[in-house]
T-cell receptor, first 113, second 112 residues
């Protein structure tokens, strides 16, 4: 089955710790995106990648880092510099065949201990 | 001012009612998505449209690019339609071209 997977579903971070959220897609999509969702707010773009080995900062990139070494994978690291990391994180992808439609993963909920 | 405004923020309806959710935006776009987010958090794309109207089952989406406005309608609403509905325009300018921006969502609850 084609789709986007995110893991883990829930993640706990201790103060000062870096954590990495996984996003994998087998849809052969070139573009991948990371969004953050906070209660009562719209999704906000953290980072995006239009092609392998290239990525761009979104609106709220501070305290986050990404890599895009493979087309299928776009992991997001929440660093200790992100002072308010508790949120719901969504990964998405799109390709030429989707005409701009983005397909979303199930999300990872990050909580700070 | 938010670039995307949705109304209402919350909506409670009785089963069978006709539902309308509105979205207005202030930026240049090439298309607009309507997304559905269920309580577990997963998001599904319902429609992407750039003009006119699209229909899928009991769902109808319309857009007027000149007036910068879109609506999502649900006919004969059902409790399983209960979810958050999100308007997401696709930007058509500058370095953000091809990126989505998002409304805050409309939380719909349909009572049996």
């Amino acid at each position: 089955d084609g789709g986007i997977t995110q893991s883990p579903k829930y993640l706990f971070r201790k103060e000062g710790q870096n954590v990495t959220l996984s996003c994998e897609q087998n849809l052969n999509h070139d573009a991948m995106y990371w969004y953050r969702q906070d209660p009562g707010q719209g999704l906000r773009l953290i980072y995006y990648s239009q092609i392998v080995n290239d990525f761009q900062k979104g609106d709220i990139a501070e305290g986050y880092s990404v890599s895009r070494e493979k087309k299928e994978s776009f992991p997001l690291t929440v660093t200790s510099a992100q002072k308010n990391p508790t949120a719901f994180y969504l990964c998405a992808s799109s390709g030429m065949a989707t005409g701009g439609t983005q397909y979303f993963g199930p999300g990872t909920r990050l909580l700070v201990l | 001012k938010n670039e995307v405004e949705q109304s209402p923020q919350n909506l409670t309806a009785q089963e069978g009612e006709f539902i309308t959710i509105n979205c207005s935006y202030s930026v240049g776009i090439s298309a607009l998505h309507w997304l559905q987010q269920h309580p577990g958090g997963g998001i599904v794309s319902l429609f992407m449209l750039s003009s006119g109207k699209k229909k899928h089952g009991r769902l109808i989406a319309t857009i007027n690019i000149q007036e910068k406005h879109s609506s999502l309608h649900i006919t004969a609403s059902h409790p399983r339609d209960s979810a958050v509905y999100i308007c997401a325009p696709l930007l058509n300018y500058g370095g953000s071209q091809g990126n989505l921006i998002f409304g805050k969502g409309t939380k719909l609850s349909v009572k049996p």
